[in-house]
């Protein structure tokens, strides 16, 4: 039973172009709802996160947009490039343990 | 430099052959955890420990032991290493901030195969 689902699988987009993966959850204790970056033969980086008391948060490039009734969240990397081509994991937490549940993935490429 | 170390970062082993993986951070964090990643399930929290001497199980305990007798590490033991607990592993650490817990920051991995 996964509880936070991440679409789709793998994205291929042109350079310049916009990247959108998208997750849904359904625990609605979750308050805290980072994505990770990991590159090849590399741990996850923390890249944005967002909580539920804004709609929408903005980091250079990366943007993560937060729909709370719908349960749903996503990021968006404008003006794509090939150095964002990575797998992107979104996830979500609750209470003190700031225990992550993890969506299963999205590998990204961005063509030249 | 901040950072959490594993090692080892390759393993091969055989099913019933103890092993620990071990984890380390040199940032004085009170939070650990152990993740395991397979394909199309994302991570996975194995066990984690929110200080020394406590630990708790994560969503996929079986088969792993863990302990937390230092603040700066935490080693993962699979007692009798099974083909199915094949996976690439990953530590992970984070500071607590009050009642909340802050960015948790990853190690390089180990990938772990059982023959």
């Known amino acids: 039973q996964q509880q936070v689902k991440q679409s789709p699988q793998s994205l291929i987009v042109q350079k310049g172009g916009i990247s959108i993966i998208n997750c849904a959850y359904e625990?609605?204790?979750?308050?805290?709802f980072p994505w990770y970056q990991q590159f090849p033969g590399k741990g996850p980086a923390l890249l944005i996160a967002?909580?539920?008391?804004?709609s929408e948060k903005k980091e250079g490039r990366f943007t993560i947009s937060f729909n709370k009734s719908a349960k749903q969240f996503s990021l968006h990397i404008m003006d794509s490039q090939p150095g964002d081509s990575a797998t992107y994991f979104c996830?979500?937490?609750?209470?003190?343990?700031?225990?992550?549940?993890f969506g299963s993935g999205t590998q990204l490429t961005v063509l030249p | 430099e901040a950072q959490v170390t594993q090692n080892p970062r390759y393993l091969i082993t055989v099913t019933g052959k103890k092993l620990t993986v071990t984890c380390s951070q040199n940032?004085?964090?009170?939070?650990m955890s152990w993740y395991r990643q397979d394909p199309g399930l994302g991570l996975r929290q194995i066990y984690y420990?929110?200080?020394?001497?406590?630990?708790d199980k994560g969503d996929v305990p079986e088969g792993y032991k863990v302990s937390r007798k230092e603040k700066r590490n935490f080693p993962l033991i699979l007692e009798s290493p099974s083909p199915n607990q094949t996976s690439l592993y990953f530590c992970?650490?984070?500071?607590?901030?009050?009642?909340?817990?802050?960015?948790?920051?990853f190690g390089p991995g180990t990938r772990l195969t059982v023959l």
């Open positions: 992970a650490s984070s500071s607590r901030a009050g009642l909340t817990y802050n960015e948790q920051f």
């Open positions: 625990n609605t204790a979750f308050d805290y």
């Open positions: 967002i909580r539920p008391d804004v």
């Open positions: 996830a979500a937490s609750s209470g003190s343990a700031r225990q992550l549940t």
């Open positions: 940032m004085n964090h009170e939070y």
């Open positions: 420990s929110m200080n020394v001497e406590v630990t």
